[in-house]
């Protein structure tokens, strides 16, 4: 037995299974996260005073910038797939992977730099929300490494088998990646400069 | 690309050989317990919601013991509840808060969602589009288990030490933040439900968008589908905030953080050393913007059982398809807007009450719709009175005393003499328990031949129905008259230091022994679950005459669900066709030249 519209797109929706299933998914995600920023305008309109230079800029900055690059990276990935070219496809993808690792390993910095200081999430509600929103922001640049080291490693091999599946599954990590990126340009401005 | 093609058609058919052979060794653990068939799911999902369904009455039932005699031993199994809960077998109040915090949450979460959406959906749906599966297989296995785990989870806290949650199935900060243990068990169990829900409704929605027969056009779903469609999307997304408010509140309770904290809290005549600055309002609204769209993701699927099942004994169309199908989208839209209704007692203003207020009892027009378009369609019909059809019928008058109790509710100046009483028990159990649980009962009367090629028994069918409807309305009904008098609702005995409750306390006693009672009706059922299994009559694809393609199949249905493609040529509801050869013309059959 075979599930349909897998690979080809149903033709009255022009949609495949994995895409529609991958926005939906991201709508969810804009919920979950639609809450959280909420909670902190709600938070902050309540509070006496809200602190403001706290964390490190520059790093922020240089992590907006790698993962802006991430995503070009990301769609040239995809690209290069539908051009049939898989050498370049891993290239790409394997530097969007190093890319967000970097991304983590500065953030690690970030927040070595906090405990250090004995600043964790108790000291404030604004380091709360800070290291709420972070970490669950980090958790999706994780999860997402995790597919991309599957699509560079095991789940390579469905490039031979079924190219255009495969390039169907790029696609959609990469509409994950976008969102999760999308989240940073969000974040940056909203913990770092406001 | 033409490379690309050539290549991908060829490891398509080579893959389909693949999965054949694969098939034929399935296990008995692929087959029955990891199993990634749609109609094997649902039926896990409805065994599992069944039991935790009779977990979460027993509870209660527990709890009425306490309400109805204060004090007084637990006859049977008092002894063995141990000496933290119920010491010499009398119930500690820390106990009565668990049991009524985990017979919310278990009965919502682990019974009623599960089996609704879980088991239903997930059996019938698919059958009903006319699909081989769910969109997402392995993604649907990970739904029960996830599920699963979060039920054994919920399970597990009343072990922990200060045992389960105690802060009501709504968790209100601050309490549930300075609560024992379990509350934190409570919130992983949670995170679990919530990311189970959420990977189903990505895969429902999926489905129904993608999957659909030929032929099978918008207007031609049957309205279960419909029901499944709308709640699928509630549940994507209505239920992240809740995650967000779960891990909001995890980290005030395992970081130290104050998001739910205020500054300069006061617990028994000590100050609180929290961070502070946090808001416990902030709270109730993420946890209502979930919980009211949860109210319609409980009523939508019992709607759509109960839509199919009244078609079918009526001999009739449906009255107002498209008003049906119109108002449901619009409920779902409309559930969004109304949560902070639960909400008039936190001091909001006026003007937020009254936006509040607008847009609930605009949100009470398409129910009513929904409602009056399924009673007019009992209007000149020749009735079958089968089992499912007993059950569907007593819907409609239950879950209209539900909803329109709830109306003075969704008024700030009656709610504020109503709020936290006995009347918002009568209320939302008349909508969830003989609204919803009975429409689930009618679905498994209804499925079970479709399920297991026998129909299940109608006698002890029969005495199931009349013995919970009496039960479930004498348990329901005095509590209005409870609320109305002013008792208060989590008093583990009742409130009996209250001079108001004076002449209210004597119905719990008539509550509890309808409450036992009804326990002891649902022995027939159980009975007639498993014995119809074994010794039922056998039934064939159609056993009820039916239109909707659920019926092509065979019954039980096999891997794949069809022999052949299903192909739609009609409305799902063409019963009594003026000069069809008989009264029903199911959509997959052509029409005659």
């Not at chain 1, 909670?39 to 902050?44: D, G, H, K, S, V």
């Not at chain 1, 970030?110 to 970490?135: M, N």
């Not at chain 2, 589009?129 to 997402?136: E, K, L, S, V, W």
């Not at chain 2, 059950?391 to 109790?405: N, R, S, V």
């Amino acid at each position: 037995m075979n599930i349909p519209y897998t690979v080809e797109e149903r033709p009255d929706t022009g949609l495949t299974n994995g895409k529609l299933g991958i926005w939906l998914f991201l709508a969810s995600e804009v919920m979950l996260f639609g809450a959280l920023f909420s909670t902190y305008i709600i938070l902050r309109m309540g509070a006496p005073e809200w602190p403001h230079g706290e964390l490190n800029v520059t790093l922020g900055a240089i992590n907006t910038v790698i993962l802006i690059s991430s995503s070009v990276t990301m769609v040239m990935a995809w690209a290069s797939l539908k051009m049939n070219d898989f050498g370049k496809h891993r290239l790409f993808l394997a530097a969007t992977l190093v890319l967000s690792a970097v991304f983590l390993v500065n953030k690690y910095f970030e927040y070595a730099d906090h405990f250090a200081r004995g600043e964790g999430p108790a000291h404030s509600t604004f380091l709360a929300i800070y290291f709420t929103l972070t970490g669950l922001h980090g958790l999706h640049i994780l999860g997402g490494m995790i597919v991309m080291a599957y699509f560079l490693g095991p789940g390579a091999g469905l490039w031979k088998k079924n190219p255009e599946q495969f390039a169907n599954r790029i696609e959609v990590t990469g509409l994950y990646w976008h969102f999760v990126d999308l989240v940073w340009i969000f974040l940056f401005p909203v913990l770092y400069l406001l | 690309m033409d490379n690309v093609t050539s290549h991908g058609s060829v490891a398509h058919g080579h893959a389909h050989g693949h999965d054949e052979d694969h098939h034929q060794d399935l296990g008995f653990w692929r087959k029955y317990v990891f199993s990634i068939d749609h109609k094997v799911i649902g039926i896990q999902y409805t065994i599992t919601a069944l039991l935790f369904l009779l977990f979460g009455f027993t509870l209660m039932m527990i709890m009425r013991w306490q309400l109805a005699y204060p004090g007084r031993p637990i006859p049977l199994i008092g002894q063995w509840l141990g000496q933290d809960r119920a010491p010499m077998g009398i119930m500690l109040p820390e106990f009565y808060n668990q049991l009524g915090a985990m017979h919310g949450t278990i009965m919502v979460f682990l019974g009623v969602v599960p089996l609704a959406v879980g088991g239903f959906g997930n059996f019938v749906m698919p059958l009903q589009i006319g699909a081989p599966d769910m969109a997402f297989p392995k993604l649907n296995m990970m739904s029960y288990w996830v599920y699963f785990i979060g039920g054994v989870t919920m399970l597990a806290s009343f072990f922990a030490p200060g045992g389960a949650a105690q802060s009501g199935w709504t968790s209100y900060a601050p309490l549930a933040v300075i609560a024992q243990s379990g509350q934190t068990i409570w919130l992983v169990g949670m995170i679990f439900l919530i990311t189970s829900s959420l990977l189903g409704s990505v895969n429902f929605i999926v489905t129904i968008v993608q999957l659909r027969a030929r032929g099978l056009g918008w207007m031609r779903l049957p309205f279960f589908v419909w029901a499944q469609f709308v709640t699928a999307f509630l549940l994507l997304l209505a239920f992240p905030p809740l995650e967000a408010a779960g891990v909001l509140q995890l980290m005030d309770r395992v970081a130290g953080t104050s998001f739910f904290m205020p500054s300069g809290l006061v617990v028994s005549g000590k100050a609180l050393t929290v961070a502070g600055g946090g808001n416990p309002v902030l709270w109730q609204h993420l946890f209502w913007f979930l919980a009211h769209p949860e109210v319609y993701v409980l009523i939508l699927p019992a709607m759509g059982i109960v839509a199919e099942i009244i078609a079918n004994n009526t001999r009739k169309p449906l009255w107002g398809y498209k008003a049906l199908v119109y108002s449901v989208g619009f409920l779902g839209f409309m559930s969004f807007v109304v949560w902070a209704h639960h909400m008039f007692m936190t001091g909001m203003g006026t003007t937020m009450s009254a936006f509040f207020q607008t847009t609930t009892m605009i949100i009470s027009i398409p129910s009513v719709v929904i409602l009056t378009a399924m009673l007019l369609s009992l209007w000149g019909a020749s009735i079958r009175f089968t089992t499912p059809m007993l059950f569907a019928l007593a819907f409609l008058p239950m879950f209209g005393i539900g909803g329109l109790t709830g109306l003075p509710l969704g008024l700030a100046p009656s709610d504020i003499h109503l709020h936290d009483t006995y009347y918002v028990i009568g209320h939302f159990h008349y909508v969830v328990a003989p609204g919803t649980i009975f429409a689930l009962f009618a679905g498994v009367y209804y499925w079970f031949p479709k399920a297991t090629g026998k129909k299940m028994n109608d006698v002890l069918g029969a005495i199931h129905f009349w013995g919970s409807f009496i039960c479930i309305n004498i348990v329901f009904m005095p509590m209005f008259i409870q609320g109305l008098g002013g008792m208060n609702r989590r008093m583990y005995d009742g409130g009996m230091q209250y001079a108001h409750n004076a002449t209210l306390l004597k119905w719990n006693v008539v509550i509890g022994i309808a409450a036992w009672a009804l326990g002891l009706f649902q022995i027939p059922f159980i009975i007639n679950f498993f014995a119809s299994m074994k010794w039922g009559k056998a039934a064939d694809r159609n056993p009820w005459e039916a239109t909707t393609l659920e019926w092509l199949a065979p019954s039980p249905p096999g891997h794949g669900n069809f022999l052949t493609e299903p192909i739609v040529y009609r409305g799902p509801y063409e019963y009594s066709v003026p000069g069809a050869a008989k009264d029903f013309s199911p959509q997959f059959e052509p029409e005659k030249a």
